[in-house]
């Protein structure tokens, strides 16, 4: 079974600066079936990124994904305070299907 | 765009069953994927298993295999999970999510298990 390890736990970043978020997969899989999610404070997970850069309907191109194998980044660019909450990778295999979400990597204000 | 609502926050005893409903409304329901994800709190999520409700087959994931039922009612775009034998640690919200991209979620329904 695939794991993802997300790092940092926490990252720290001022308004208007750059964030990078990591996603590692423990072996390596398809660039197509990797998706990262936002997550605020009680709501559900947003789709930002599906096939590891196509970025979803409405999202800003201030968010961009990358990778392949088992390396797989997030970035977020020029950050907006409505940027900094709970960020989610996430890998789907079709047959028969699986997902698997990473732990998690939270954005704040620093 | 599909949108998917989920039926209302549910307390239970250990031992007992829960099932929660998902509505589609908007758009084309009965041809994608539903999922269902537990998000324990402090938790990230965790997909629990999903349905297309035009083949009507479910999966699950092996840790929710046997204890949980995913069906649909295609004349009504709704979506259930039924979970059985509910502990504490399945305390969480559950959400539904459309597509094999999870495009589109409901709004959350929190399962408090508590004796």
């Known amino acids: 079974e695939i794991v993802l390890t997300q790092s940092p736990g926490t990252l720290s970043v001022s308004p208007g600066e750059r964030a990078t978020l990591s996603c590692r997969a423990s072996?390596?899989?398809?660039?197509?079936?990797l998706a990262w999610y936002q997550q605020k404070p009680g709501q559900a997970p947003r789709l930002l990124i599906y096939?590891?850069?196509s970025r979803a309907a409405g999202i800003p191109d201030r968010f961009s994904g990358s990778g392949s194998g088992t390396d797989f980044t997030l970035s977020i660019i020029r950050l907006e305070p409505e940027d900094f909450a709970v960020y989610y990778c996430q890998h789907y295999r079709s047959s028969p299907p699986r997902y698997t979400f990473g732990q998690g990597t939270r954005l704040e204000i620093k | 765009q599909v949108q998917l609502v989920q039926s209302g926050a549910e307390v239970k005893k250990p031992g007992s069953s829960v099932k929660v409903s998902c509505k589609g409304s908007g758009g084309r329901f009965n041809n994608y994927g539903i999922n269902w994800v537990r998000q324990a709190p402090g938790q990230g999520p965790e997909w629990m298993g999903r349905i297309i409700p035009m083949l009507g087959v479910p999966s699950y994931a092996q840790k929710f295999q046997g204890r949980i039922t995913i069906t649909a009612d295609k004349s009504t775009s709704t979506v259930y999970m039924e979970m059985r034998a509910l502990r504490s640690e399945d305390t969480a919200v559950f959400y539904c999510?459309?597509?094999?991209?999870?495009?589109?979620w409901g709004q959350g329904t929190l399962v408090t298990v508590s004796s």
């Open positions: 999510a459309r597509g094999e991209d999870f495009e589109s």
């Open positions: 072996q390596s899989v398809s660039s197509s079936y």
């Open positions: 096939g590891s850069s």
